[in-house]
Protein backbone atom coordinates (compact mmCIF):
# COMPACT_ATOMS: atom_id res chain seq x y z
CA UNK A 1 0.00 0.00 0.00
CA UNK A 2 2.98 2.47 0.68
CA UNK A 3 4.29 1.63 -2.81
CA UNK A 4 1.10 3.09 -3.89
CA UNK A 5 0.32 6.08 -2.18
CA UNK A 6 4.00 6.68 -3.28
CA UNK A 7 3.39 6.54 -7.01
CA UNK A 8 0.14 8.36 -6.63
CA UNK A 9 1.78 11.30 -5.27
CA UNK A 10 4.47 11.19 -7.67
CA UNK A 11 1.97 11.47 -10.28
CA UNK A 12 0.11 14.47 -8.44
CA UNK A 13 3.95 15.94 -8.84
CA UNK A 14 4.25 15.56 -12.04
CA UNK A 15 0.64 16.48 -12.91
CA UNK A 16 1.33 19.41 -11.12
CA UNK A 17 4.67 20.87 -11.63
CA UNK A 18 3.45 23.96 -12.93
CA UNK A 19 0.07 25.09 -11.42
CA UNK A 20 1.55 25.68 -7.75
CA UNK A 21 -0.25 23.28 -5.82
CA UNK A 22 1.26 19.41 -4.92
CA UNK A 23 -2.11 17.22 -4.45
CA UNK A 24 -5.32 16.30 -5.57
CA UNK A 25 -6.93 17.69 -2.40
CA UNK A 26 -5.69 21.40 -3.38
CA UNK A 27 -7.08 21.64 -6.42
CA UNK A 28 -8.90 24.66 -7.28
CA UNK A 29 -12.05 24.63 -9.61
CA UNK A 30 -9.98 25.71 -12.69
CA UNK A 31 -7.61 22.51 -12.11
CA UNK A 32 -10.78 20.36 -11.34
CA UNK A 33 -12.18 21.46 -14.92
CA UNK A 34 -8.59 20.61 -16.53
CA UNK A 35 -7.64 17.56 -14.48
CA UNK A 36 -10.86 15.46 -13.89
CA UNK A 37 -12.71 15.09 -16.99
CA UNK A 38 -15.31 12.54 -16.99
CA UNK A 39 -17.00 10.16 -19.98
CA UNK A 40 -20.41 10.10 -20.10
CA UNK A 41 -21.16 7.38 -18.27
CA UNK A 42 -19.43 8.81 -14.94
CA UNK A 43 -20.96 11.71 -15.50
CA UNK A 44 -24.12 10.29 -15.54
CA UNK A 45 -23.39 8.51 -12.33
CA UNK A 46 -22.00 11.30 -10.48
CA UNK A 47 -25.28 13.67 -11.81
CA UNK A 48 -27.85 10.41 -10.64
CA UNK A 49 -25.54 10.10 -7.09
CA UNK A 50 -26.40 13.95 -6.83
CA UNK A 51 -30.28 13.82 -7.61
CA UNK A 52 -30.31 10.65 -5.41
CA UNK A 53 -28.41 12.00 -2.26
CA UNK A 54 -29.07 15.08 -2.74
CA UNK A 55 -25.39 16.24 -2.60
CA UNK A 56 -24.35 20.06 -2.97
CA UNK A 57 -22.43 21.46 -5.48
CA UNK A 58 -19.12 21.39 -3.06
CA UNK A 59 -19.99 17.72 -2.53
CA UNK A 60 -19.60 17.31 -6.25
CA UNK A 61 -15.91 18.48 -5.95
CA UNK A 62 -14.66 16.58 -3.47
CA UNK A 63 -15.91 13.37 -5.23
CA UNK A 64 -14.21 14.16 -8.33
CA UNK A 65 -11.11 14.68 -5.93
CA UNK A 66 -11.50 11.56 -4.24
CA UNK A 67 -11.56 9.94 -8.07
CA UNK A 68 -8.89 11.61 -9.30
CA UNK A 69 -6.34 10.28 -6.02
CA UNK A 70 -8.12 6.59 -6.51
CA UNK A 71 -7.68 6.74 -10.23
CA UNK A 72 -3.78 8.01 -9.40
CA UNK A 73 -3.29 4.91 -7.04
CA UNK A 74 -4.55 2.89 -9.67
CA UNK A 75 -2.12 4.85 -12.54
CA UNK A 76 -5.61 5.31 -14.60
CA UNK A 77 -4.25 8.59 -16.67
CA UNK A 78 -8.65 9.24 -16.85
CA UNK A 79 -10.99 8.94 -14.04
CA UNK A 80 -13.46 6.21 -14.96
CA UNK A 81 -16.59 5.29 -13.40
CA UNK A 82 -15.67 2.66 -10.87
CA UNK A 83 -13.38 5.26 -9.26
CA UNK A 84 -16.44 7.90 -9.37
CA UNK A 85 -18.23 4.52 -8.09
CA UNK A 86 -16.01 3.81 -5.12
CA UNK A 87 -15.68 7.99 -4.37
CA UNK A 88 -19.80 8.19 -4.11
CA UNK A 89 -19.48 5.16 -1.74
CA UNK A 90 -16.62 6.91 0.48
CA UNK A 91 -19.03 10.27 0.20
CA UNK A 92 -21.61 8.19 1.44
CA UNK A 93 -20.49 6.76 4.29
CA UNK A 94 -19.61 9.61 5.50
CA UNK A 95 -22.90 10.85 5.87
CA UNK A 96 -23.75 8.12 7.09
CA UNK A 97 -21.55 8.34 10.05
CA UNK A 98 -22.21 11.20 11.05
CA UNK A 99 -26.24 10.82 10.61
Do not use: P, W
Amino acid sequence: MRKIVIQAREIQQTRFKTDKILTNSQMTNRHIKKYCKLDDSSESLIKQAIDELGLSARAYTRILKVARTISDMENSEYIQVQHISEAIQYRSLDRSHFA
